[in-house]
C-alpha cells in the first residue's frame, strides 16, 4: 500500500514539475492568462467627475488613469492571471491525487 501511494505522489510531483516547467505548458499557460487579462483590461473601469473640474486638473487625471491602465496596469494583472492559472492546474492535479488515493484505499480494504 505504502509503494502504491509512493508512486502517486511521485507521478503528482512529476506533473506538477512538468506543468512548472514544460515548454508546451508554459506557453499555453501564457497564452491563456495573456486572453484572460486582455479581457480583465477591457472591462478597466473609467474615472466620471461628480463635480465640473477645470481642465487642466481633468487633462492630469486623465493622464494619469491612462498611464496606469497602459503601463502598470497589464503586467500585474497578467502576473496575477498566471498564477491563478498555474494554481489551478496544480489544484487539478491534486485532486486527481486524491481520487487515486482514495480508490487505492478502498482497493486495499476489500
Not at 461628480?50 to 496596469?73: C, F, G, P, S, T
Not at 491534486?94 to 487515486?100: A, F, G, I, N, T
Request: without cysteine; hydrophobic residues 40%; proline residues 3%.
Amino acid at each position: 500500500m505504502k509503494q502504491k501511494f509512493a508512486e502517486a505522489l511521485k507521478t503528482y510531483r512529476k506533473d506538477v514539475y512538468k506543468v512548472e516547467h514544460d515548454p508546451s505548458e508554459l506557453k499555453s499557460l501564457t497564452e491563456e492568462s495573456m486572453a484572460f487579462s486582455q479581457d480583465v483590461l477591457d472591462n478597466a473601469y473609467h474615472f466620471h467627475f461628480h463635480k465640473l473640474v477645470d481642465a487642466d486638473r481633468a487633462e492630469i487625471i486623465n493622464m494619469i488613469n491612462n498611464y496606469v491602465l497602459e503601463a502598470l496596469l497589464p503586467p500585474i494583472v497578467e502576473k496575477i492571471t498566471r498564477r491563478e492559472l498555474l494554481l489551478e492546474r496544480k489544484l487539478a492535479l491534486l485532486v486527481d491525487l486524491m481520487e487515486e488515493a482514495l480508490d487505492k484505499i478502498g482497493d486495499g480494504q476489500d
